[in-house]
């Protein structure tokens, strides 16, 4: 049945989602992922499309910017169409000197400066995680992406920030100490919606710019768009995992 976000009839979004989130990006997705793509929902500009990959049904569902809009279509996916695993495919900012432009970040965790994780667990502080058996099939599929000329994979913290432009360098000086890879704004509440409905969920981020190497070039808006090769190559084994 559809709802107030996804136009979609109940058997027309299937159980593994693809979530980009830029509307732009999952159409490209879908198109080229998806040889028989169809959009089964177009509300607010926010094309949704589904389709098979090598014989397993997948649907690509743009969440927006911002863990609100994001949490509205992932809660709506596990609720009311049944979905059960969801991978974000984003783009991030690298915190980390470990990580640089163009390589890849999953988020076995999500630090966050949002409230998400106090109003699932109150008056705790709380990293959110990723489902174990994706991190692990992302996990080996970077094994195998190793030695070879794409970019590197790297495995560990994100940090879910509801502010991009925010100018504090310490937040990130500390969040390097303890290991965090990179910032984006999505992660912790995917995670979220996942463990309240029982699901699964994994971030997977391509490094389009760097907080703290300002000699690095950052990814200009074509490059953000169209350069998640492999970012997209280990979505796709943790969701069939």
């Not at 028989?36 to 929902?41: K, N, T």
């Not at 910017?65 to 969801?86: D, N, T, W």
């Not at 996942?194 to 699901?199: E, K, P, V």
Request: proline share 6%; with cysteine; charged share 15%.
């Amino acid at each position: 049945m559809p709802t107030p976000h996804i136009s979609a009839e109940s058997n027309e979004i299937a159980p593994l989602v693809i979530m980009p989130g830029d509307p732009r990006r999952a159409e490209r997705i879908a198109n080229q992922l998806l040889p028989d793509a169809h959009c089964v929902s177009q509300v607010r500009g926010n094309g949704i499309w589904t389709g098979s990959h090598q014989g397993t049904a997948m649907s690509v569902v743009p969440s927006g910017m911002g863990i609100p809009s994001l949490s509205i279509y992932a809660h709506e996916l596990f609720a009311e169409y049944g979905v059960q695993r969801i991978c974000r495919v984003g783009t991030a900012g690298g915190i980390s000197t470990n990580v640089a432009i163009r390589d890849v970040v999953v988020g076995a965790a999500a630090h966050t400066d949002s409230r998400i994780a106090q109003l699932l667990v109150p008056d705790v502080s709380c990293s959110l995680s990723a489902d174990p058996v994706m991190l692990c099939a992302a996990a080996q599929k970077a094994r195998e992406l190793t030695g070879n000329e794409a970019p590197k994979v790297h495995i560990g913290a994100l940090y879910s920030s509801d502010f991009f432009y925010l100018d504090r360098p310490d937040i990130t000086t500390a969040l390097e100490r303890i290991g965090t890879l990179a910032v984006e704004m999505e992660a912790a509440g995917l995670y979220a919606a996942a463990l309240q409905a029982g699901r699964q969920a994994l971030s997977v981020c391509t490094v389009s710019d760097h907080l703290r190497d300002q000699q690095a070039l950052p990814m200009n808006p074509s490059q953000r768009e169209t350069g998640y090769a492999t970012a997209l190559s280990v979505a796709i084994s943790a969701l069939v995992a």
